[in-house]
């Protein structure tokens, strides 16, 4: 039972959210385009169930999804730094995932 981390990224489908800045001219509003995005914590079959319970749910139409996993020395994407914070994210997530342990996939957001 290996645990991985994938990272879920969705199309907008539409959903914009209102955002207010202020400028020299004064207050403006304007719209930003949500994309949604998800991170999912489990084992191979429990992040599938998890994602099909998640596209259902929502309906959305999943766009990406990348490994979140540390990159090994030598790797085109090797970040030291950026690995340290993958490192860290992904012991708060195994912790969280024990102490649950109801088997189910540990989703967050993004």
């Known amino acids: 039972m290996e645990l991985i981390c994938e990272s879920f990224y969705?199309?907008?489908n539409g959903v914009f959210k209102t955002i207010e800045n202020l400028s020299p001219e004064g207050w403006f509003t304007d719209i930003k385009k949500v994309e949604p995005s998800i991170r999912i914590f489990g084992t191979r079959d429990q992040i599938d169930e998890a994602l099909d319970a998640y596209i259902k749910?929502?309906?959305?139409?999943?766009?990406?999804?990348y490994d979140f996993k540390v990159e090994k020395k030598g790797s085109y994407f090797y970040d030291e730094k950026a690995?340290?914070?993958?490192?860290?994210?992904?012991?708060?997530?195994?912790?969280?995932?024990?102490?649950?342990?109801?088997?189910?996939?540990?989703?967050?957001?993004?």
């Open 10 to 12: 969705f199309y907008n």
């Open 57 to 65: 749910m929502t309906g959305m139409n999943l766009d990406e999804v």
């Open 83 to 110: 690995n340290e914070i993958i490192e860290n994210k992904l012991a708060i997530y195994k912790e969280r995932y024990d102490k649950m342990n109801n088997n189910k996939a540990l989703i967050t957001t993004i």
